[in-house]
């Protein structure tokens, strides 16, 4: 670790010199090593990404080879579209989509809705003990409650995306009802009371005055929301019956048997699958992350 | 009820016009029933769906915990019989060897990692912005493409690498070796959560203030002991967020693992979810249920365990 912190106590002592040239000088010189460190650390990160694009453009023939890191030629694109067809993947994709949608929405609505109403009415009982009861499900992990859910979803008729959409709300609400009334708390009643004076009532308070407040908040829960739902294989795999209504990650289950050989589809697809959140990622990273912070900064 | 008090009646109306004092009180009575059974409402939908989904089918699978039943027809009354059976059952006992250990392992490697990195972006580094990007790109792909990805990896061209060089111990894929394969399944579940581990502890490291790094180097503190004395203990409050919830994340490792190993070579990374998920199939369904059951408590005593841990030791600092 020492060869991280290359703050030694000379420079830090000549930092702490309110001296604006030297203190400026010192702050721009860039620590090298340090740098090239971490570029070589990312590499971890960067090698299976680009092993994956080269492997969906090799032919079937190259991709048997087992040296993942060569590069693709010949350049053959022919891969996408058979992986397209096998998964299905116009519908595996609005299946996808859907679950991750319904799941943002629900988780969205129900955590703020009722994290406004215990944050509200702290004071009294029921409230503060529902609050403690939502949060509970915080140590709960899916496995253990996954035998009942399924015969549950089977039983009214729920063992398809609509439930399993559901699902993954109801294992988003701990968590986002813990986010939203830590924020609201910080949001003073007096705007509320102004508001109610004016004649509004709590329903017209909550989506004027407390919802658009909640802005970045939504952003956060949000994004844990959906990133849960469009990743995850656990709960589709085991909650939808039907293999046409599965979901991405689901169906990619495809290429582990009666394929097996075929790498350069397996990754074609592998790639369309990933390719939506990363490309989402890069553009919207600056809310990812300050989601991220701010969500372990107010829990 | 903080928000009734300051309204007047006058205030509250909204319409303007004559009203006598009566219907003042009246309508201000009104309002505040009304306003009342607004918060219930926002707040039962929450309850009513949680409760239908997640705490009625538990209580059920509980009770048939207590049971023979099989998923379906009739059952009799077991007792205890079910968790008897489960603390002399080698595939159990095997899997919460496995699940727990691996949980450790993967928690410690990830925060270790997670927390060098981050201190190191927040020092002096080029492209720390890009590098940071790249760095949490693991925590937006799905757990088991990226396990995919890495049983070839793992099953093709590494050995392939390590037999053009002449390194024998790779040669064969880590992933058919009993021995090796859980060391797979925790590069990868690290390899995936070490993002969101990074971004709290970044966060965590935002919320030091400069000025105590540069007080306690007045006072001839180095690298070690910054970290030791200032680093450390305060960020110790995200150090727990960050193991309670890897922690709890890892024992329910599910996805990785069938994408790397399915449980394999023979039940050797068999998790404790996996061995659950067969009661579904193998008409085991009360005696997993029996070990849900007994997963769920250990999962909350460990996550207990850890919050009341590091209170102590929280206390002992400050």
Known sequence: MSALD????????????????????????????????????????????????????KTSAQAVDGNALSLPLPFNP???????????????????????????????????????????????????????????????????????????????????????????AMFQLSFSVLLYSAFLRSIPIELEESARIDGASTWQIFWRVILPLLGPMNATVGIFAFLASWNDFMMPSLITADPGLQTLPVVQNIFQSQFGTNYNVAFASYLMAMAPTIVVYLFAQRWVISGVTQGAVKS | ???????????????????????????????????????????????????????????????????DYLGFGQWHFLGLENYRALVSDPAILGSYGFTLGFAVVTVIVTQVIALALAIALSKRVRFAAGLRSVFVIPMVVSGIIVAYVFNYLFSNTLPALATSVGFGPLQQSILGDPNLAWLAIVIVSAWQTIPGALLIYTAGLTSIPSDVYEASALDGAGTWKQLRSITLPLISGFIVINTVLGVKGYLGAYDVIVGLTNGGPGSATSSVAMTIFTGFTSGDYAYQMANATVFFIITVLISVLQLAVTRGRNLRLA
């Not at chain 1, 989509?97 to 029921?126: E, P, Q």
Request: with cysteine; charged share 15%.
């Open chain 1, 78 to 168: 022919a891969s996408f579209v058979e992986a397209w067809q096998l998964t299905r993947f116009p519908v595996s994709f609005s299946v996808s989509l859907g679950v991750a949608a319904l799941t943002v929405i629900a988780t969205l609505l129900l955590s703020s809705f009722a994290s406004y109403a215990i944050v509200r009415n702290w004071h009294r009982r029921f409230f503060r003990w529902s609050f403690v009861y939502l949060l509970a499900a915080m140590f709960l992990p899916f496995p253990v409650v996954a035998l009942p859910q399924i015969k549950l979803t089977a039983m009214i008729s729920l063992d398809n995306p609509i439930g399993v959409a559901i699902l993954h």
């Open chain 2, 1 to 67: 009820m903080t928000m009734q008090t300051p309204l007047t009646p006058e205030t509250e109306d909204p319409r303007p016009g004559p009203a006598t004092a009566a219907t003042r009180v009246h309508r201000r009575v009104g309002s505040l029933h009304r306003t009342e059974g607004m918060y219930y409402l926002f707040l039962v939908p929450a309850l009513v769906l949680f409760t239908a989904f997640v705490v009625a089918p538990a209580c059920v699978g509980i009770f048939y915990s207590f049971t």
């Open chain 1, 6 to 57: 290359t703050r030694s106590p000379a420079t830090a002592t000549a930092r702490s010199l309110t001296d604006p040239p030297r203190r400026r000088r010192r702050l721009e010189r860039v620590n090298w090593p340090l740098t090239i460190i971490l570029a070589i650390a990312s590499l971890s990160v960067l090698i299976p990404l680009y092993v994956t694009v080269a492997m969906a453009f």
